[in-house]
């Protein structure tokens, strides 16, 4: 009977690569068993702002108590968009930025939300024209928001316009106190001394550009021509109050007078 022949270099070879992945399975396990220890448990959460910029509105406090039992995992396992995701649910927090610090700590950079007036009924609105909700208690006392209110999704165009509002009344010394689109995307506007202003309906409204960068130059026209004749208007009431003006017209505007006081 024929001999069984016996590849040697094919033996040696396998036990070659059983050893490897001996090796490996050890190593595993005892990487493994390395990261389940206490030592690495994420434990230190450290919070500072972005560009190392001083935080106004978030308090460590704040972020604390919205993670708290909410992390999951250790340095190595923790999800890092989770994280981020969990922290930005945090009182004031706009964005947020998370990495590891070895050996138990995670870095957190915040963006903090900047206010630029306050947003329908409960919420406040930011300089990027987003909505969000936010302890109002933390605002340094005196500061003064406008109010502002739209339809929902037109936040941009309303911060949009308001900007443009606040360019053209600024030499008229006075600022604006309530800015008000209607669902049918007409302006309101309320001046720091009382006066309203009918501006009507935004052009934007009818080409379907929430952004407000379409028909911007018909809205200014009215309040051109508003500002342009204010000194001289003033000059001719003689010490009478305007109440409100409606800018709706095409080639002027209309003004209604707030009524006499009676003299003594």
Known sequence: MPLLSVNYRWL???????????VIAIVTSALLWLARLPYFVVDTVKIEGVNNEALV???PDAVHATIAGQLKGNFFSINL??????????PWVRRAQVRRVWPNTLQVKIEEQQPLAYWN??????TWGEPFAANEAVIVEGTFLPQLRGPANSERLVVQRYA?????LTPLGVSIQQLNLSPRYAWEVVLSD?????????????????????????FAARL????????????RLDGRTIQSAD???????AISLAPLKPTE
């Open 224 to 235: 051109e021509r508003f500002v342009q004749a204010w000194p001289t208007l003033h000059e």
């Open 57 to 59: 509105y978030v308090t």
């Open 12 to 22: 040696n070879q396998l036990a070659n690569g059983l050893a490897v992945l001996a």
């Open 194 to 218: 009382g006066i309203r202003l009918q501006l009507g309906r935004d052009p934007a409204a009818d080409i379907a550009d929430l952004h407000g960068t379409s028909g911007a130059i018909d």
């Open 121 to 126: 009924e409960s919420d406040m609105i930011n």
């Open 164 to 168: 443009e509002v606040t360019q053209w």
């Open 81 to 90: 968009d989770e994280s981020r995701a969990l922290l930005e649910k945090a």
């Open 247 to 253: 800018l709706r017209y095409s080639n002027g505007f």
